[in-house]
């Protein structure tokens, strides 16, 4: 193989350009993960922000904080690796310790819960109710006094920890109820 002084000129050149840039400062010490993390936390502040005027812009950013990471804890603890539905025939199986639709919206709402917001009501609803192998569970913030279907979807388990987040009127998967109203026709149903 014959190498061209041109290719060798270019090659040498590169080098010292090479280890110039490994050996520069980066403008950012924040991989692209936490980049998209952040930005994926300040997208969600607005949209909860705008949910009403008596939200707290301090609690939108706290709660948005709290959705986007906190669901990814939950999938380090609870070891999910798969898409839901193999990670929940894996719990029902007994080879993983949680992570089915409802525990994900129990743990969020409860974590929620903690922070005390005042700005802010949670409510809880499910979908698809009188189908029981698909039925699922999540959490709607919204403004004081807000219905949930004012509010926003903070749906950890359909993408397996990481948020699934939109306006509950926009969710073209589901239709969601309240869980208040899902338990009391299911009671209902139960006494016939």
Request: glycine residues 6%; charged residues 20%.
């Amino acid at each position: 193989m014959t190498i061209s002084r041109r290719t060798f000129v270019c090659a040498s050149a590169a080098v010292p350009l090479a280890l110039a840039a490994c050996g520069s400062t980066p403008a950012s010490t924040k991989g692209p993960v936490e980049v998209s993390q952040n930005a994926e936390i300040a997208a969600l502040g607005e949209k909860l922000l705008a949910l009403g005027p008596g939200i707290g812009p301090e609690e939108a950013a706290r709660m948005a904080e709290i959705s986007i990471r906190y669901p990814l804890q939950l999938k380090a603890d609870w070891n999910v690796t798969d898409p839901p539905l193999i990670h929940n025939t894996k719990v029902n199986m007994g080879l993983r310790p949680r992570g089915l639709c409802y525990e994900w919206a129990d743990a969020m709402e409860a974590r929620l819960r903690q922070e005390n917001f005042q700005t802010f009501d949670l409510h809880r609803a499910i979908a698809n109710s009188t189908n029981i192998r698909i039925e699922h569970s999540t959490v709607i913030a919204s403004a004081p006094g807000g219905t949930m279907f004012e509010g926003m979807i903070l749906d950890p388990w359909r993408y397996g920890g990481t948020l699934f987040w939109a306006p509950t009127l926009e969710d073209k998967k589901y239709k969601w109820v309240a869980r208040s109203e899902v338990f009391a026709e299911k009671l209902r149903r139960a006494q016939l």
